[in-house]
Structures are given as C-alpha cells and as structure tokens.
C-alpha cells in the first residue's frame, strides 16, 4: 500500500529555475492539498483540488502553479524560484465521504533549497 | 481573524508519565478537530479526532477531550514513551463543508529517560 508519495525528496535549485514537486496517492482520494511548513508559520496551504480539473487558492498561492488532469496526482510548480520559497512541501490528501472525510493523510514531504 | 493556537511551544515529561498537549480555537462553528504528530523529517500523521458532538474520545494510549464552551482541544497521552517524541499539532475543520483544514503552529514534546 503505496499511500502517498512525493518526488523529490530534497531539491536544491537557483533563483529564477522553474521547479515542479510531484505528489502521487493510491487511495482516490477526491482532495488533495499542497502546504508548506516553515519555522514560526506552521502549516501554511498553498493550493488544494477538490476533484480532477478543479483547484483552488490556498492562503499563500503566489508565485505556485497547479495542476490536477489525473485524480492520483496533485503536481505542484514554482514557475520562477525565489529564495523566499525555500521550505518543506508537503502534499497530503482526503476522502470525500465517510465519517472522517476531513481527516488529511500527508506525504513525506519534499526539501527545497532555492540558492 | 480565526485561528487555532497552541499554549505551550515545548512541553518536556518523563518517560512514564502522562502528556497533556493543550490547544484553543477561536472559530466557535469548527464542527471536527484532529491531533496530529509529526516526527523529525516526516510528514504529520495521524493520531486522533474528535466530533464537535463528543467531549472525549480515546484511542490506544492517547484521549482527546473537547470543551466547547471555551473552545478549548487537549490530548493526553498516557505513559509516554520515548517514541512519542515529536511535534504535536491540533487541526480544525469550520462547518459548513468543504474539507480543509487550520492547523495550530504546533508543541515539541521532549520525553526524557
């Protein structure tokens, strides 16, 4: 049971590099969710996707692309790398029925350096 | 605006003995809550959760307690092991659906031997 997987693990780029972090689940689950952590902010959302083809801003969406043509994977672009987007990304994901339909399940996270 | 907080940033105990982690919230029409435990370089997983219509629920060494009136969330850990170790964070969930979800900054239980 693969669950949720993310790809890289570690990144290291350079400012102004386009960037794209993979995020895959088995579970179909409906939604799935990119955050990043960081020292002081917690858990921050990014972007989130209800259903394949439907996504939506989180609460620090800018400078972030996403995209969702298949349910099973969430990947997530940083079009022009800023230092500032040095963080750890984690993808997560949830059903969209059931009795803990909100509870999120996240990925192992991804560890970009942007030079 | 709304938020869920965390009162204690690092919460040290020794082995054996019993972890209270506390978090309040603010948004009184947060209708699902869950505990979250993230261990050094992994992603947050799941601990526990709890409706808004309960006021306890337990699981294997682990209680969350509920108190709406002062919107207040605490987890309690029995016996804490050294494997407990780790960041805590409480998450909450508004009413009216939709499934994401405000997570506290988190607490840092140091379990000493």
């Known amino acids: ?115 | 605006g709304e938020s869920v907080g965390l009162h204690l940033p690092t919460l040290s105990v020794q082995e054996g003995d019993n972890s209270i982690i506390n978090c309040a919230y603010s948004n009184s029409a947060s209708d699902y809550f869950i505990w979250y435990k993230q261990e050094s370089g992994k992603g947050p997983q799941f601990i526990i959760d709890i409706r808004s219509n309960m006021d306890k629920r337990q699981g294997q060494r682990v209680t969350v307690l509920l108190n709406k009136t002062v919107k207040h969330l605490s987890l309690q850990i029995a016996a804490t092991q050294p494997g407990d170790s780790a960041v805590y964070f409480c998450a909450e969930t508004p009413g009216g659906g939709g499934n994401k979800l405000t997570f506290g900054t988190g607490t840092q239980l140091k379990v000493e031997l």
Not at chain 1, 13 to 34: D, I
Not at chain 1, 55 to 64: A, C, I, L, M
């Open chain 1, 1 to 115: 049971d693969a669950g949720i997987t993310q790809s890289p693990r570690y990144k290291i780029t350079e400012t102004g590099r386009q960037v794209t972090l993979m995020c895959h689940q088995t579970w179909s689950h409906s939604y799935m969710f990119w955050y990043r952590q960081d020292l002081g902010h917690g858990l921050r959302l990014i972007y989130y996707s209800a259903a394949a083809d439907i996504t939506d801003k989180g609460e620090v969406p800018d400078g972030y692309v996403v995209s969702r043509s298949k349910t099973e994977n969430f990947p997530l672009t940083l079009e022009s790398a800023t230092r500032s987007q040095t963080s750890v990304y984690f993808c997560a994901s949830s059903d969209h029925f059931g009795l803990a339909k909100e509870t999120q399940y996240f990925g192992p996270g991804t560890r970009l350096l942007v030079l």
